[in-house]
């Protein structure tokens, strides 16, 4: 039975939502709704202009015997500066100072509503890359990484410190943190990444970025590429950055133990221009 | 400027799958739309339907002044029918096995795919439970519980092995590993479970479940209250299973090393029916 444009329109864009980056034929829609491929195109120029106007994607068509549509997750400009706004507000509050100048986060890093925000941000900063991996070390910053890989449809790879008997062979390198400037041990299991993988390396919080380093080196070992470093959080008191290339959305630029003054602000990224970005698209 | 129907529709359903549970008031989207809240309500109706028809889950309406509707995440039988057998015959390739009889999951717990909907169906095995938290311990299961808290929309809160100085002061308890008769230890930043808190367990792998039972233990030094266990896959050759009112979606039958055989089955467990679920929504 033929199916109503109103009823393909929610059920197409839940279909879209739920499968971000697939490449989804034509012929699947037209199918699953008995309808014609031009009303199924029809329907997906609606979807795109609204996803577009709103800010929260696009589509893009593959042409051709094995085309179809693919949604790209975004978030608006707006959203963004809104988001990071409550995030900043969140982390100024004086009771999360805990003792050696360290921020308790993991309120905010544990509730879906900020994770998915912000895995949207840094899947759109990073949504012109080739990314074939997420990759984080444990513990606190997996379920953001996890969402930037969702939005990615990519793997999530997680970095431990210490080897597990239900991970098989492992490589294991050691770092030296460089705040504390103590030698750690990172692990990762060998079935994990690929050669020549390009890697999206995403942490909720850097000091002079000796874990990050970390990991790069762990990738060399996999004859694996950096394809980006993206942090939620950055300190700002830092003498000598060991990485160098990368984009935090926040910055701490004061924590006074003594006063219990906590003071951020915005990090230095430019979200592109979701409608320019996607110029194959205007063929639907 | 008023917004027409096949627009509002894209971008309500996009609104409410990314605010899962979430009260959304009518007036909310009359003026986001500029339109009268009955064609806001007619809309409704169409969404509530499709996702219904769909097995995507359902719209529960609120009524009164601070009323408004929420979205409820489900999947269908259908669809939850396929994905378990997906990943049984991803479990059952023989170069999974690990010495001492383990398995290697790592790359299923590390997909979007497998993650979402598993997290979708356990959201649906509990979607009537009242839950304020979700928890598991560190590492691999993560994702899969972070999945699971954000269609619930609830915190996801992490166990683990050591204490660390971004957490502040925390709770440490020690138990026995079932399989292993280890003594091993958890621990549990004091800020994040209040007492009375109602607790979703989410495991990826369990054997004899002494993990579970550490994070039963771990619940009762909060005074917080489990509302239910759910694990991914458990072992089939247990002597004595050391928790008893869990869901399990996997059962592995067989595994013998010797001649590297690993057989799967699917868990019990029933979904409810989701237009039954609902009486509330009918007065959309």
Redesign the interface.
């Known amino acids: 039975m033929k199916v109503r ?3 393909r ?3 197409m ?2 279909y879209l ?2 499968n971000p980056r697939k490449l989804v034929s034509l012929t699947f829609f037209a199918e699953r709704y008995q309808s014609a491929k031009s009303s199924i195109s029809e329907d997906l120029v ?2 795109k ?3 577009e ?2 800010g ?1 994607g696009t589509l893009l068509t593959v042409s051709g015997a094995a085309g179809g549509v693919k949604y790209i997750p975004y978030i608006s400009e707006e959203e963004t500066e809104q988001l990071i706004g409550e995030i900043c507000n969140l982390i100024e509050k004086k009771d999360r100072l ?3 100048g ?6 905010i890093l ?4 900020y ?2 925000s912000v895995g949207r941000i840094f899947a759109s900063l990073f949504v012109d890359k080739d990314i074939d991996v997420v990759m984080t070390v ?3 910053g ?2 953001l990484a ?2 930037v ?2 939005y990615l ?6 970095v ?1 410190r210490d080897s ?5 062979a492992t490589v294991s390198i050691n770092y030296i943190s460089g705040s504390s400037k103590r030698i750690q041990t990172m692990v990762l ?1 060998k ?2 990444l690929e050669e020549g993988a390009n890697v999206l390396i995403i942490d909720d ?1 850097m000091r002079a970025g000796g874990t990050v380093l970390g990991m790069i080196n762990m990738l060399e070992e996999f004859k694996a590429n950096v394809a980006g470093i993206g942090v939620l959080v950055e300190s700002g008191d830092i003498e000598e950055r060991l990485v160098e290339d990368y984009v935090s959305l926040i910055r701490l630029s004061e924590v006074n133990t003594k006063d219990k003054v906590i003071k951020v602000e915005k990090g230095i990224f430019h979200l592109k221009n979701i409608k320019q970005m996607a110029p194959s698209s205007d063929d639907l």
Request: aromatic share 8%; proline share 7%.
């Open positions: 444009r109103s009823t329109l929610v059920d864009t839940h939502l739920q609606i979807i202009q609204t996803f106007e709103q929260a805990l003792p050696g360290y921020l308790y986060l993991t309120d544990s509730n879906p509503h994770i998915n444990e513990t606190k997996i379920p996890y969402a890989a969702n449809d990519v793997p999530v790879v997680i431990r597990r008997v239900t991970e098989g299991a079935r994990s919080f």
